[in-house]
Structures are given as C-alpha cells and as structure tokens.
Antibody, heavy 120, light 107 residues
Framework: QVQLVQSGAEVKKPGASVKVSCKTSGYTFTDYYMNWVRQAPGQGLEWVGWINPNSGGPNYAQKFQGRVTMTRDTSISTAYMEVSRLRSDDTAVYYCARGSLYSSSIVNYWGQGTLVTVSS | DIQMTQSPSTLSASVGDRVTITCRASQSISGWLAWYQQTPGKAPKLLIYKASSLESGVPSRFGGSGSGTEFTLTISSLQPDDFATYYC?????????FGGGTKVEIK
C-alpha cells in the first residue's frame, strides 16, 4: 500500500532553516509529482509547491520563491522540502502530498504531517 | 492568484440531514475543482475531483456539482463520520489554492 512517512516535529528559531523529509513506499516514486501543503494552527490549507520526481524540477508558489527548496533522492524514494529564513508565521504542519492519477495537482495520498514550530 | 471562497464557514446539522456547501472562485476554473474532508489531527482526504467525480472508496452520499465559478458539495444524508471540515481546491492554475474551509458540526 502507498505510504508517505515524514520526519518528526521540529522547533526552530526565527531566521533558521528546516528540512523536512518524506519517505515513500508502495508505488513507483518517479511516476507521481509530490506536492507540499502547509496548515497553520487552526487555519486552512496552503499549497507551497511541488516537485517533479523524475526531472527534479520544482514549481513553487510565488509567496515562497527564494525561501523554499524542494529536492528528491530517487535512490531512496524520498522527497525533501527545506524552508529557510524561518519566521513565526511559518509555524505550521507541513504535509507531503502525492499527486493523483487524475492530476498532479490533486492529492490522494498524504504524509502524516510534520509540525514545524518557529519560536525564539 | 485565484481566490476560493467557501460558505458557510460553519454549519450545524443532524445525522440524516442533507447538507450543501458552496465554493466560489474569483475567476472561471472550468471544472478543475476538488473537495477534501479533514478531521482533527488528520491529513485531508480526497472526496471529489473534476467538480463531480467521486474518488474511489468514497461513499455515494457525497456529490459534487458546478462549473466556472460556482460549485457545491452535497452530502445527501449526513452520517456520524461526516462531522469534519471540508475544503475546496482549484487546480486550474498556479498557485493551487484552497477555500477557507467549512466546519460541519453536530446540531
């Protein structure tokens, strides 16, 4: 069965960076785009971007351009998202979210989420 | 960016009720709309894609309709598992954007 297992919760200071991993299994990693979606506490969903696991080419929401880097390691079927210059409003649960057969832009498999807390 | 506006933000209903949630896009997105259900502490779950196509395994009491700028999610007979927050998402253009959510509460 398809599984996306994310790295554990992180606490970071403002200005620091965080790198979240998403290890996948149960499907061919290079066949499906990987989205990253975040959710601030008590808030809605926000798309951060996606990565084409075949080419490694990313597509970031303009809001995150210059602060987010998405990469992947096909040898271990793992996607990564790094956020730099963290601010308090980056505190959120970050989900990796696999694109579906219908469209890479809709998700039918999600990781369990990684809580990133930014606090001085 | 395309803005997605859901209404209502909160809805109180009883088991067995028919429930309708509306999602409006700030510009036409054709039929490129998905609906998700999220319960507290869990990741969202895909219910509907392309405005009206039911995801495999999703009960048939869930239905979606609409095109252009106005869409609806209908639950024909609310069940205990359906008390959750529902989000619409457009995938017509980047950045992908979500509605603010509709929380369905027990009346």
């Amino acid at each position: 069965q398809v599984q996306l297992v994310q790295s554990g919760a992180e606490v970071k200071k403002p200005g620091a960076s965080v790198k979240v991993s998403c290890k996948t299994s149960g499907y061919t990693f290079t066949d499906y785009y990987m989205n990253w979606v975040r959710q601030a506490p008590g808030q809605g969903l926000e798309w951060v971007g996606w990565i084409n696991p075949n080419s490694g080419g990313p597509n970031y929401a303009q809001k995150f351009q210059g602060r987010v880097t998405m990469t992947r390691d096909t040898s271990i079927s793992t996607a990564y998202m790094e956020v730099s210059r963290l601010r308090s409003d980056d505190t959120a649960v970050y989900y990796c979210a696999r694109g579906s057969l219908y469209s890479s832009s809709i998700v039918n498999y999600w990781g369990q989420g990684t809580l990133v807390t930014v606090s001085s | 960016d395309i803005q997605m506006t859901q209404s209502p933000s909160t809805l109180s209903a009883s088991v067995g009720d028919r429930v309708t949630i509306t999602c409006r896009a700030s510009q036409s997105i054709s039929g490129w709309l998905a609906w998700y259900q999220q319960t507290p502490g869990k990741a969202p779950k895909l219910l509907i894609y392309k405005a009206s196509s039911l995801e495999s395994g999703v009960p048939s009491r869930f239905g979606g309709s609409g095109s252009g700028t106005e869409f609806t999610l209908t639950i024909s007979s609310l069940q205990p598992d359906d008390f959750a927050t529902y989000y619409c998402q457009q995938y017509n253009s980047f950045p992908l954007t979500f509605g603010g959510g509709t929380k369905v509460e027990i009346k």
